[in-house]
């Protein structure tokens, strides 16, 4: 009995979705270790990336069929991470640049801030406009093929 072994690593967060996951394609969890912790400052709580190692049986009769649905939906979390990537941040105008803006020309000043603000929500607002839709498509897939493969192990 030939068995393989996959590392994961996530956040402690997402373990029980990672691991539901992966055993819809036949893997078993076999350890979970907390691998790095993660503080970006005081104001900010801690978070811990834990380390899954899953295995899983590859003389099972449906280990082919599950293989290759775990690469379509591997295919499909990478085009979810990229376009997720892209998304732009809100950015705040400047308040120096406001205030100096406000006390030598308070019209300009005005129209800066709230100009800028609401450039910056446009921007937020299009990038969803356009990517929601696909990113919703995506998603939907994958959980076909989860769906699938769960049928194809079950039999």
């Known amino acids: 009995m030939a068995k393989e072994t996959y590392i994961v690593n996530c956040w402690s967060v997402d373990v029980n979705t990672t691991v539901a996951v992966y055993e819809s394609f036949g893997w078993e969890l076999v350890s979970n270790n907390i691998s790095t912790t993660v503080q970006a400052s005081y104001d900010t709580a801690i978070s811990a990336e834990n380390e899954l ?10 280990y082919n069929e599950v293989c290759k649905l775990q690469m379509q939906y591997d295919e499909l979390q990478g085009k979810i991470n990229s376009i997720e990537e892209s998304e732009p941040e809100e950015k705040k105008p400047s308040t120096i640049l406001a205030i100096i803006l406000l006390f030598c020309y308070f019209i300009p000043g005005i129209v800066y801030y ?15 406009a356009e990517n929601d839709g696909v990113l919703a498509n995506l998603k939907s897939q994958q959980v076909t093929i989860l769906n699938q493969s769960r049928a194809v192990i079950e039999g």
Not at 53 to 61: I, L, V
Request: proline fraction near 4%; charge should be positive; aromatic fraction near 20%.
């Open 53 to 62: 190692t899953f295995s899983r049986e590859k003389s099972m009769p449906w």
């Open 114 to 128: 709230y100009g800028y603000k609401a450039s910056q929500k446009n921007k937020v607002k299009k990038w969803h």
